[in-house]
């Protein structure tokens, strides 16, 4: 049997995605009929940095499939400290789980983490460069909504420079074209050309505008994106607030939203969107985090057994 | 000038840059081959002032793949039977291991000891290398 792992975004192809996301309505709506799908399977959860949320979601999903759940505390001081190398820890690892999520500070240590796997891998986020179940999560958020992953106008608003979420998202769309981007953010923090370019070569039919305002933007989107803005990415302090400010989603603001417009958000939410937006059918971010975890025992069951098709 | 033997059947590397002949020596694993070979350093040459040299003799099988990146004005000429048969540049390698240093500090290759750096060629115009673990770029 062929190991497959799941490391990149585009690492898989559109009709690719379409095929987990078919399976992912289906746990959707009859999740009892797979609530012992994976029973007598082991997903080892290994985060080299703690990110609770993405934690959670995973191991959530492994549960709701029947699996169990193996948690390596804390690999940085267990195995790490004492001078272990990430190949030989995911070796030892495989031997006792069917499955291995990883989460690692390093910027492609997914990849070679999965060359040495011989048990399937999924990148839980390396350093700056991949979270792509991140990309599942919003990708299958949109689709569960608006039941259809292109001709949109998405509105991706806030610190769009070092967000990866926000890039990862940009290519996954950009690639199966006729989209409408909208960039809302600050100078300080607009895309990176670099992004932009590579985005814009992946599909056709795409186009991008770059706009500081938010309240303008907002009128023509049929997904709004928001992130948040660090206060690291600033020098000062007053810079900061003032931009944070500028870029709050407000119930206010949503009145010029079209009815049908989702908001989205990756979550942790900070001061971006006001409390009074949660009340709007149109703000989705709680459910965008329930369709991570059903989108993410999507990708389970099909590492582990091939999705739907296999079992026949 | 120095003299070496005409070479009846073999390979000879030329215009190399005067200095690195050895380096490529070592890189080929000259040192331990039991057919004969010669290290020709500071030839005078009218394109390049000064040039190093290899000549390989009795083997026409050689993987000279990486030579494009360590000498990329390099020639090579391939003699049968004391005629040339081929005569040719060696182009980037598309994809090289070990060789090229990953200069992103956060990327898992600095830090991994198993990570063995890989760069696949994304730009021949330009030389351009990528890391095929982080994405850093490497000019050549
Ligand atoms: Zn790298």
């Known amino acids: 049997m062929q190991t497959r792992n ?6 898989l192809s559109p009709s690719q995605y379409d095929r987990l996301f078919d399976l992912a309505d289906r746990i959707n709506h009859a999740p009892a009929t797979y609530a012992q799908r994976c029973q007598g399977k082991v997903m080892a959860s290994l985060f080299y ?33 004492k001078g272990e190398s990430l190949a030989d820890t995911i070796r030892t690892i495989a031997g006792y789980a069917d499955l291995i999520v990883m989460r690692h500070p390093r910027e492609g240590a997914a990849q070679l983490a999965g060359e040495y796997s011989p048990v399937p891998l999924i990148n839980g986020g390396d350093g700056a460069r991949e979270h ?44 199966l074209g006729d989209q409408r981007f909208v960039l809302i953010s600050p100078d ?49 302090e007053e810079d900061y607030i003032a931009l944070r400010d500028t870029y709050v989603l407000t119930a206010g603001k949503m009145q010029q ?56 | 000038m120095l003299r070496v033997d005409r070479i009846e059947r073999g390979i000879v590397l030329d215009h190399i840059q005067a200095g690195n002949g050895l380096r490529i020596f070592d890189r080929l694993g000259l040192r331990d081959v039991s057919f004969p ?34 000498e990329p004005n390099i020639t090579v000429t391939y003699i049968d039977d004391g005629n040339v048969t081929r005569k040719e540049a060696i182009p980037l390698p598309e994809r090289v291991e070990g060789l090229i240093e990953c200069k992103n500090p956060r990327c898992i290759t600095t830090y991994e ?13 330009t030389s351009e290398y990528e890391c095929a673990y982080c994405g850093e770029r490497a000019r050549m």
């Open chain 2, 113 to 125: 000891r198993h990570g063995i750096s890989v760069f696949t060629l994304v730009d021949r115009s």
């Open chain 2, 37 to 70: 070979v010669a290290l020709i350093m500071n030839v005078r040459s009218t394109k390049m002032g000064r040039k190093d040299m290899i000549k390989i003799s009795d083997t026409l099988e050689l993987d000279l793949t990486m030579l494009g990146l360590l």
């Open chain 1, 49 to 81: 940095e703690p990110s609770t949320r993405t934690r959670l979601s995973f191991e959530a999903a492994m549960l709701r499939l029947g699996g169990q759940i193996l948690t390596v505390a804390d690999p940085k001081t267990s195995s790490a400290a």
């Open chain 1, 132 to 175: 792509p179940t991140q990309t599942l999560t919003d990708l299958f958020t949109i689709r569960t909504f608006l039941g259809r992953l292109r001709g949109l106008s998405v509105g991706l608003c806030g610190d769009l420079r070092y967000g990866r979420t926000v890039h990862s998202l940009i290519r996954a769309l950009a690639r």
């Open chain 1, 257 to 312: 939203a079209k009815p049908e417009m989702i908001v989205m958000h990756p979550l942790p939410r900070v001061t971006e969107i006001e409390a009074n937006v949660d009340d709007d059918p149109r703000a989705v971010y709680f459910e965008q985090a329930r369709l991570g975890m059903i989108v993410r025992m999507a990708l389970i069951l099909d590492l582990l057994e091939g999705g739907d098709d296999a079992a026949g």
């Open chain 1, 188 to 236: 300080e923090l607009r895309l990176p050309d670099r992004v932009l370019s590579s985005a814009a070569a992946l599909g056709e039919g795409n186009t991008f505008e770059q706009t500081a305002s938010m309240d303008e933007a907002l009128t023509r989107c049929d997904v709004l994106y928001v992130t948040r803005i660090q206060k690291e990415r600033f020098f000062n």
């Open chain 1, 6 to 11: 799941f490391i990149n975004s585009l690492d």
